[in-house]
């Protein structure tokens, strides 16, 4: 399975923009991030040759065609994978935008460098799921292939930055759709090779990072009727925006409200009755994990009794 001993290694929460957006920062480190390379060669290193070895452990997204004569292996091609899987958390958003960031590794040793000729390149969303750490180049998983972004010649070893703005709000609204992104070099001819360092990398500011922009959840506009929500995420980070989950209303007074939280495996987290209080996202003192908790509220507003439940993601 997927490794998820952080759910969410990196993402950052920043303040409201100056027109009402908020941007969420997926950008996740070794424990989390889910991403690999594959090989085709069939004779670089007799006796466990590349297209059935699995890469997953490499701080390097390997994207090119080239060739080792050296040690007597003839053209090979690479590929790389890349999946957000905290993406399936964020359905509930309104998505504004969103971009993929990945960077180049100045460290990387082959290939000139990891940028070299003509080296376009093209995403395409992934179809069925696969495995970080088993996937290799006979058992790389199927992709649309009718659909690409395309990646232009770049040998100015910069960082790239690519839309994928439809996309995320489709795999978004849709988790069951989510699972990820491959990438190929337009052409398959040595020399040409567009390189960037993984989540596995150990520079932390080079790991491949998914930037969201979205509508956060406001206040309902005042009426004469009290109006109640909970929004499906927080982050309890002391920026002073979104550290408490709590009820979102209209009304300030006239009403009481009672929320049990739990974690994933049952256990209470959270609970509170009478004048709204937030879950500031610590259980018992201590900082709570990163991850999807289900929570159920009841509100009680003079004659009217509101019953909610539903999940919600704690962020860090």
Not at 135 to 158: G, H, K, L
Not at 294 to 302: L, N
Request: aromatic share 12%; with cysteine.
């Amino acid at each position: 399975m997927f490794k998820h001993l952080s759910l969410i290694a990196i993402l950052l929460l920043t303040a409201f923009l100056g027109h009402g957006q908020s941007t969420i920062i997926l950008k996740p480190g070794p424990e989390s991030g889910i991403d690999a390379s594959v090989c085709n060669s069939t004779t670089w290193n007799t006796g466990d040759p590349f297209n059935i070895r699995n890469f997953g452990w490499m701080i390097y997204q390997r994207n090119e065609s080239w060739t080792a004569n050296a040690n007597g292996s003839p053209e090979h091609d690479w590929r790389s994978l890349i999946l957000f899987e905290d993406l399936d958390t964020l359905g509930a958003l309104d998505v504004l935008s969103a971009t993929l960031k990945l960077y180049y590794a100045p460290d990387f040793p082959y290939s000139n460098g990891g940028r070299y000729g003509f080296n376009q390149t093209e995403i395409f969303r992934i179809s069925e799921e696969w495995e970080e750490m088993e996937v290799t180049w006979n058992t790389q998983p199927n992709f649309d292939a009718s659909n690409s972004i395309i990646i232009p010649t770049n040998n100015n070893f910069e960082t790239i930055s690519i839309g994928v703005t439809d996309w995320a709000i489709e795999m978004a609204a849709n988790p069951i759709t989510n699972h990820g992104f491959i990438l190929i070099p337009s052409d398959d001819a040595p020399y040409r090779s567009m390189d960037f360092a993984s989540s596995d990398h150990e520079d932390e500011t080079l790991w491949p990072e998914l930037i969201i922009e979205y509508e956060p959840l406001l206040p309902p506009e005042p009426t004469d009727t009290c109006v109640f929500e909970f929004p499906n995420i927080f982050t309890p980070d002391g920026n002073g925006v979104n550290d408490t989950f709590n009820v979102v209303s209209n009304c300030t007074t006239g009403f009481s409200v009672n929320i049990l939280i739990y974690d994933r495996w049952g256990n209470k987290a959270f609970s509170s009755s009478g004048a709204p209080k937030g879950w500031d996202g610590k259980i018992n003192g201590k900082s709570a994990m990163a991850g999807i908790y289900i929570f159920k509220a009841s509100i009680e507003a003079g004659d009217d009794h509101h019953i909610f439940a539903g999940n919600i993601t704690l962020l860090r």
